[in-house]
């Protein structure tokens, strides 16, 4: 049975350290590479001689750590170095792309967006040129959408698919949950399927998102990640492919890459509300490896995947 998460409920992790944000007038923000969640740690923990040098040997050197977290908090618990072995066994997961996308500046309000969804008009990523079928009409973007959505933990199964995907725990794990979707679109339905990351990673920007699918609470992310995939529309006697996203934790339908990004942007959930840039990766890229968003570890064999969905197929966001 789904529960909500409590502040007593911690998760121990190794992760690789993004960013050290210091906000003029705030509190000092860690960013992980592995999680999308934005955290904070108690200033008497920070302030600990060892945690300081720790914390910059890691960032400097790229070093794993060792966290204890409380997500529903979003608050650091403890951090220290990881064993030789978790080590080995974190270096051994963490496969970085040989196949980079493109990483852009966006600012949503000075788009058109009938032109930035088009994809040959405006996505001319190169990646896009190893396509070789594209899903032909929106009403199969919506099939797939609706297989995607209908393996929510949330629904209790049976799933046609194992594990289930917790689109109902939107706090952490769109790196899984769009990696398990990526399987889906590419072996089940064989249509191309990349990525597309959006970002938080200039000055004190955070993507705000109201969960209106499951609560209506507001969640924070420094970044975010959906399936990217193209579908061909036929108006009149023209022919446009457009970007389209499957995201079925935030929408209930595909919708374009412009009302995706846009709807991260929620003022209402944070004043710092604002995506800083997107990138279009191929669909083999899991999760960022630096806080400009340039570099992407993978998961081929869909360990870390299915162990995140395990991990979290039992929680909920509100």
């Known amino acids: 049975m789904a529960r909500k998460l409590k502040s007593r409920d911690s998760e121990s992790a190794v992760v690789t350290i993004a960013a050290i944000r210091k906000p003029k007038a705030g509190v000092t923000q860690y960013l992980f590479n592995e999680r999308h969640q934005i955290f904070t ?3 008497a923990t920070a302030k600990r001689a060892s945690i300081a040098k720790l914390m910059k040997a890691a960032v400097r050197e790229n070093n794993p750590v060792r966290v204890g977290l409380d997500p529903a908090r979003g608050v650091i618990q403890y951090i220290e170095t990881p064993t030789p072995e978790e080590i080995e066994a974190f270096n051994r997961t963490r496969i970085l792309s040989d196949i980079r996308g493109t990483t852009r500046a966006i600012d949503l309000a000075k788009i058109d967006p009938m032109v930035f969804n088009v994809v040959d008009l405006h996505l001319k990523s190169p990646i896009f040129k190893l396509c070789k079928r594209t899903i032909p009409n929106y009403k199969k973007a919506k099939k797939i959408f609706d297989f995607c959505a209908k393996q929510t933990c949330s629904l209790g199964g049976p799933f046609d698919i194992s594990p289930c995907i917790p689109f109902q725990y939107v706090i952490d794990g769109c790196y899984a949950r769009a990696h398990k ?3 889906i679109i590419t072996t089940k339905y064989r249509y191309c399927c990349d990525k ?6 200039q000055g004190n920007d955070t993507l705000a998102v109201k969960a209106d699918k499951w609560g209506g609470c507001c969640v924070q992310w420094w970044y975010h990640v959906a399936p990217l995939v193209r579908v061909q529309f036929k108006l009149g006697t023209i022919h446009l492919t457009l970007a389209m996203v499957i995201d079925p934790g935030m929408f209930d339908k595909p919708v374009l890459l412009s009302t995706w990004l846009a709807a991260q942007e929620n003022l209402n959930c944070s004043a710092a509300a604002n995506v800083s840039t997107y990138s279009i990766q191929p669909g083999s890229a899991y ?13 081929p064999n869909y360990t870390l995947t299915d162990g995140t969905l395990t991990n979290y197929m039992n929680l909920v966001t509100c």
Do not use: E, I
């Not at 597309?196 to 990673?201: I, Q």
């Not at 490896?289 to 993978?298: D, I, L, P, V």
């Open 41 to 43: 740690m108690p200033a």
């Open 196 to 201: 597309v990351f959006s970002f938080a990673n």
């Open 181 to 183: 979707m990526r399987k």
């Open 287 to 299: 999760a960022p490896a630096n806080y400009q968003g340039t570099m992407f570890s993978t998961d």
